[in-house]
């Protein structure tokens, strides 16, 4: 019965680790496959939930007030992306999103998943008017009303001279 017994805990381990082998590749897998998506070098320590929703909306279309893959603009992509991976239900405009529901972060202390808010009017008013997703590395994901959803730099030169704060959600 003992004999048994240990045949048992050992086959059962075997079949184990050849399930987790081949879930640790098929994550590798997609890691490497964000990574070349993203262009962002992605690890295992990296929201691949994250990565995965976002990579959904790039291409997408720019369209005022919309919040699907038909069109979205920059709130209404950060509340979607917010929902599907947080569970988390954000207010519907940039303002609201800053005022409401975020802690102010500074760019240097950006992580993961936090927001980055921008001022990219013309006429400098007070406020915000643009949001994206902080990934890494200074890499972000936001909605261009030109190019649809996409992937930029803080460091870009219309980034830094447009960049108000960022955001950390409550």
């Avoid at 998506?37 to 720019?62: C, H, S, V």
């Avoid at 979607?80 to 947080?86: A, D, E, F, L, T």
């Avoid at 990934?135 to 992937?151: A, P, W």
């Amino acid at each position: 019965m003992r004999k048994l017994t240990i045949y048992l805990l050992i086959f059962g381990s075997l079949l184990t680790s050849c399930h987790s082998s081949k879930h640790l590749a098929q994550l590798k897998n997609q890691r490497e496959q964000l990574s070349k998506k993203f262009g962002i070098e992605l690890n295992k320590r990296d929201n691949i939930q994250l990565y995965t929703e976002a990579a959904k909306w790039l291409g997408t279309p720019y369209r005022y007030g919309g919040n699907s893959k038909r069109g979205v603009d920059c709130s209404g992509l950060i509340v979607q992306i917010y929902k599907q991976v947080y569970q988390k239900e954000l207010h519907r405009t940039t303002q609201q999103i800053v005022d409401k529901n975020c802690r102010k972060v500074g760019k240097s202390n950006l992580q993961e998943g936090q927001l980055v808010f921008f001022n990219t009017s013309t006429k400098k008013r007070k406020g915000v008017n643009h949001v994206g997703l902080f990934l890494k590395d200074g890499y972000f994901i936001h909605t261009s009303s030109s190019k649809g959803v996409m992937v930029n730099q803080l460091k870009e030169k219309y980034y830094k001279d447009t960049w108000k704060q960022g955001g950390r959600v409550k």
